[in-house]
């Protein structure tokens, strides 16, 4: 039920702050956050960091959450980040909002069950995790090449960090 809930929420979002005119431009920066996330789930399939529970229906599992949320909730989520994103000293405090909402967002989900930690995973990673995913969307958007780059090393880092069969091999 509340991933309906959700869906309608972010319906309404994309009525009122999306600017479809420029869907085309957020576009290469939409499919770059999917591929990063579905190489996620892809390679931490059998250990996850995080899991989405669903406490309704049994057949609402965390793929069919966590797809809704790949290819629905996050492209509107981008391109209304980046349609507002600001100049200036602004910029800190626009990124600074984002994490926070989207950080308190799953804390509110992980209090109620329907977020789940696993594998070391905790609050404070994911709120490191945002900070990084938004100043990469915001990369990606402006340099592709750039983003691509900076964002190797990181996923490196944690698969040493994160990934057991990585991890034995320090």
Same mark, same amino acid.
């Given at each position: 039920m509340y991933l309906i809930f959700v869906v309608i929420v972010y319906i309404i979002f994309a009525k009122l702050f999306v600017d479809w005119k420029r869907w085309k431009e957020y576009y290469p920066t939409i499919l770059f956050f999917i591929v990063c996330n579905l190489l996620y789930n892809f390679v931490f399939y059998? @250990?996850? *960091?995080? /899991?989405? /529970?669903?406490?309704?229906?049994d057949w609402l599992n965390h793929t069919l959450i966590e797809l809704t949320f790949t290819f629905f909730i996050v492209p509107v989520v981008i391109m209304i980040y980046l349609r507002y994103y600001p100049t200036g000293k602004r910029q800190f405090f626009y990124l600074a909002a984002w994490i926070i909402y989207f950080s308190f967002i799953e804390f509110l989900f992980e209090k109620r069950g329907l977020f789940v930690y696993e594998n070391g995973w905790d609050l404070k990673w994911s709120v490191l995790f945002n900070v990084i995913m938004f100043t990469m969307v915001r990369t990606h958007y402006r340099n592709p090449l750039l983003a691509m780059i900076i964002s190797l090393p990181i996923i490196i880092i944690l698969l040493f960090i994160? @990934?057991?069969?990585?991890?034995? *091999?320090k």
């Amino acid at each position: 039920m509340y991933l309906i809930f959700v869906v309608i929420v972010y319906i309404i979002f994309a009525k009122l702050f999306v600017d479809w005119k420029r869907w085309k431009e957020y576009y290469p920066t939409i499919l770059f956050f999917i591929v990063c996330n579905l190489l996620y789930n892809f390679v931490f399939y059998n @250990h996850t *960091l995080w /899991r989405y /529970r669903a406490v309704t229906i049994d057949w609402l599992n965390h793929t069919l959450i966590e797809l809704t949320f790949t290819f629905f909730i996050v492209p509107v989520v981008i391109m209304i980040y980046l349609r507002y994103y600001p100049t200036g000293k602004r910029q800190f405090f626009y990124l600074a909002a984002w994490i926070i909402y989207f950080s308190f967002i799953e804390f509110l989900f992980e209090k109620r069950g329907l977020f789940v930690y696993e594998n070391g995973w905790d609050l404070k990673w994911s709120v490191l995790f945002n900070v990084i995913m938004f100043t990469m969307v915001r990369t990606h958007y402006r340099n592709p090449l750039l983003a691509m780059i900076i964002s190797l090393p990181i996923i490196i880092i944690l698969l040493f960090i994160f @990934h057991p069969s990585i991890s034995e *091999l320090k």
